[in-house]
């Protein structure tokens, strides 16, 4: 009992000087009573507020001299956590605190004004014998606080002549400390005795500049003699600090290089105000003046992106090209970021000395296009390649770099007939596409299609290279090619050919050579009568490359039967039978639609300007290709998002309106035929029922205030590739055009997606809400570019409001 006594007394006495009563687990009961009467003794008791701090606590355990130190500290207003740190830290370095420093020094450090106690305990380390020197303490004071801004490196961490670079008065104002390359500025700094003398001249000249060590490493190369170079351009410069610093920032970044101390230190005159901004105020200026004099431009109204090309020009002495920026300074200075003429990729490849003032004008590229130049071998080119090349697609890229040394203009008239009409967009393997170069550098291609298949009717330039990339396979076989359908069915099964000796005998088994065919005919499960009975149809599906497209398409979509009569109409030659099935139409769209308008509505019409051809399609290959024309959409049938949606392309009140230009799609539309009406309230799909009003006259009680539904024809937002901004606003025009003209015939209401409204500004059609009828499909749901995108079967059948530009009735009227 009594001992229980003594120990509960003992932790009373234990929280009163400080002690932790944890310490009773490693400590006697009478080494810590001991310890709480060394603290009594100093008067410690009064000024703890709480438990000690741990590192404290141990120290006057075990170290029967400490509290007597401690109680010094104390009394001159040390913190207790800064004696905790200055403990730890002299741990750290395997030192006792007490038997290392005085109290006086301690004390003294703590009111240097280094911040942190960490810091000072370091500091206190290693520059012990400094304390005294009341001239340099001050600057070394500031040094160390601007050391320890960045905490990636310590004192601990230097060699000694480093941290005697922390004594240079200069340190904090001209050292960048940031980043972990503070220990490097210092290795730098310590061995070149030059490098701090330049330093110390233009501290106490009160230049400032904030040295990186990029910087400082640069002038790592400084001699005695280069101090005089400094002094005497600083003199050149009027003594004047602030162009002192301008030159700095263009020196440093020139590597700090002899040669510019040279040019300003050697001149007999000082620089005049007008020379210093000429020379000083742009970094192109600066090199200018120093490397070259052929540019006499106002620097100053030149834009920073455009400095890169003016920087190389000057520093690979392209002088003939600096001269001509001169002359043609305004035009040079009109080259924004779209120009390709200030990109590297282009300026590092050309002789830009052969360069004229017209070529500016041609240098200012297109906003948004991709610069493909840096894909190019790393050497010099003709300006006429390099505009050529510039925006072409990687593949040419390649493909340029394949082709023989025929010369350069014969390149380019192999390059222009590829490039015009897109001729490499497809998936071409790199051993094809060497072989093409190969063949193409013998004679364009152009040469090729009016000789060797000259014979062959209807084949296009995309057809002719897709012959020649498998031409040593099927060279033999060409002589009897007579029709693109021909040739493209062999280029496609190129390799099954190596067994025919002629082109007749492939022919005879051509349902067998095809695999997608092979492979389609049996998942329809055609049998040998449907074979016979339609044979020319389903060869010329199988030439067309419509057994490839199909099988792609019918193995993903899951409405197979719905695609199984679509195809089996095509292979029978009745395609537009199915498509156009009497009354599909008026089903579709609600409307009772006359023999007139079904006839005109069936009608393809066209028109053409400006070599562009804009025609309406309905055939079963256009429409399966829909979502890859002009390139791949959400409707694709290889991989689109929506290609579900496909299959109501086919119905009766959908068409295609394709653009072409050199027999190439650049654009296209679809136009839908449904109906539509004003629209005047939020429900347009069904008018609310209410009772009579009676005090009207009979047949004024019930007012049906839906508006009449009229035959609408509407045209959907377009898709453009490889037309540029004033061919799409063309075609819009053709587009809007055609639309109009057949609604017109048909009685219909023209109205169009609201991306047409810049077309229609100075026309008679108005932006307003219109209710479009959601028309019935035959092949699941729908894809509706200008209203949500996909369409669930469920909404079929009702309408849907959005502005859209609509030709007012009353402007039908007048016009019909």
């Known amino acids: ?95 006792s605190l007490m038997g290392r420093y005085t109290v006086e020094q301690m004390v003294q450090m703590y009111g240097s004004g280094v911040n942190g106690s960490c810091c000072q305990y370091e500091c206190l380390k ?31 961490d230097l060699k000694p002549q480093e941290r005697e670079m922390l004594k240079l008065p200069y340190f904090a104002s001209f050292i960048d400390v940031s ?117 006499e431009v106002p620097f100053a109204s030149i834009r920073p992106i455009q400095y890169d090309v003016l920087i190389y020009a000057i520093a690979h002495k392209k002088k003939r090209f600096l001269h001509m920026v001169s002359e043609h300074f305004e035009d040079f200075c009109k080259l924004g970021r779209e120009s390709f003429l200030l990109e590297e990729s282009f300026y590092t490849r050309c002789n830009l000395n052969a360069l004229n003032g017209k070529d500016f004008l041609a240098c200012a590229g297109e906003a948004g296009q991709r610069n493909n130049l840096d894909l190019l071998e790393q050497r010099e080119y003709t300006f006429q390649e390099l505009k050529l090349l510039c925006y072409a697609k990687p593949v040419y890229i390649q493909f340029y770099g394949m082709l023989a040394d025929i010369g350069v203009d014969r390149k380019l008239v192999v390059m222009r007939e590829l490039l015009k009409g897109d001729l490499l967009n497809m998936q071409i393997a790199e051993e094809d596409l060497c072989g093409l170069a190969a063949l193409l550098s013998q004679k364009p291609l152009s040469v090729w299609r009016q000789k060797e298949l000259g014979h062959i009717a209807g084949l296009s330039a995309t057809d002719a290279v897709r012959v020649l990339l498998v031409y040593d396979k099927i060279k033999l076989l060409i002589p009897e090619l007579l029709t693109w359908e021909d040739a493209l069915f ?36 055609l049998d040998e009568k449907f074979l016979q009975d339609n044979e020319q149809h389903i060869v010329r599906f199988i030439m067309g490359e419509g057994a490839e497209m199909t099988r792609l398409y019918y193995e993903y979509t899951e409405n197979k039967e719905a695609f199984r009569r679509i195809i089996l109409a095509e292979l029978m030659g009745e395609f537009k039978t199915l498509k156009y099935y009497p009354n599909d139409l008026n089903r579709e769209i609600s409307f009772p639609t006359t023999k007139q308008q079904q006839l005109l509505w069936q009608t393809n019409t ?13 055939d079963y290959y256009s429409t399966l290709r829909l979502g890859r024309l002009p390139y791949s959409t959400c409707l694709s049938y290889v991989d689109g998002q929506y290609r579900e949606c496909l299959l109501s392309s086919f119905d009766s009140n959908k068409k295609i309106l394709l653009a072409k230009k050199n027999g190439k799609v650049i654009g296209r539309a679809v136009i839908r035929l449904t109906k539509g009406r004003d629209y005047l309230r939020d429900d347009v799909d069904a008018p609310t029922l209410e009772f009579a009003d009676l005090t009207k006259p009979p047949e004024k009680r019930y007012e049906d205030e839906r508006p009449a539904d009229q035959l609408t024809l509407f045209l959907e937002r377009p898709y453009f590739k490889n037309a540029n901004y004033s061919e799409t606003a063309v075609i819009k025009q053709m587009f809007i055009s055609l ?43 729908q894809y509706l570019d200008s209203l949500d995108g996909q369409v669930k079967v469920s909404r079929e059948g009702s309408f849907k409001a959005f502005p859209f530009l609509v030709l007012p009735s009353n402007e039908m009227a007048a016009i019909s």
């Not at 048909?746 to 059609?765: G, H, K, N, R, W």
């Open 606 to 618: 066209a028109m053409e300007t400006y070599g562009i051809l804009v025609e309406e399609v309905d």
């Open 126 to 156: 290693y520059f012990e014998h400094d304390l005294a020197d009341e001239a340099l303490w001050p600057a070394l004071v500031d040094n160390l606080n601007a050391f320890y801004a960045q905490n990636a490196v310590t004192l601990s």
């Open 179 to 295: 980043g972990r390359t503070i220990s490097t500025s210092l290795s730098v700094l310590s061995s070149n005795e030059t490098m701090r003398a330049v330093l110390d001249f233009l501290f106490r000249e009160q230049v400032e500049h904030s040295f990186t060590e990029d910087e400082l490493t640069s002038l790592s190369h400084l001699e005695a003699k280069d101090l005089e170079l400094v002094r005497q351009t600083y003199s050149n410069l009027g003594s004047d600090p602030g162009w002192m610093e301008r030159f700095l920032d263009w020196w440093l970044s020139n590597h700090g290089l002899r040669h510019d101390l040279q040019w300003f230190a050697q001149r007999r005159e000082p620089l005049t105000d007008e020379e210093k901004h000429q020379v000083l105020d742009t970094w192109v200026g600066y090199l200018n003046a120093l490397y070259s004099g052929s540019l």
């Open 490 to 525: 062999a280029s496609r099964n190129a390799d099954r050919m190596r067994g025919y000796q002629s082109w007749t005998q492939m022919r005879n088994d051509l349902i067998y050579v095809d695999q997608d065919w092979v492979a389609l005919a049996k998942e329809l499960e």
């Open 1 to 95: 009992m009594l001992q229980t006594v003594n120990r509960i007394k003992a932790l009373e006495r234990m929280s009163t000087c400080g002690l932790s009563k944890k310490h009773t687990h490693q400590y006697s009961v009478p080494t810590l009573l001991t310890t709480c009467e060394r603290i009594e003794e100093q008067g410690l008791t009064g000024l703890l507020s709480s438990v000690l701090p741990e590192r404290i606590q141990q120290e006057l355990i075990c170290n029967e001299q400490f509290a007597g130190y401690y109680k010094k500290l104390v009394d001159c207003k040390v913190p207790h956590h800064f004696i905790n740190d200055w403990l730890e830290s002299a741990d750290r370095f395997g030192e």
């Open 739 to 781: 639309v109009r003209k057949k609604a017109m015939q048909m009685l219909a209401t023209p109205v169009l997606a609201i991306c047409y409204e810049e077309q229609c500004a100075a026309s008679d059609f108005v932006r307003m809400r219109y209710a479009l009828y959601i028309s019935k499909s035959k092949g699941g749901a």
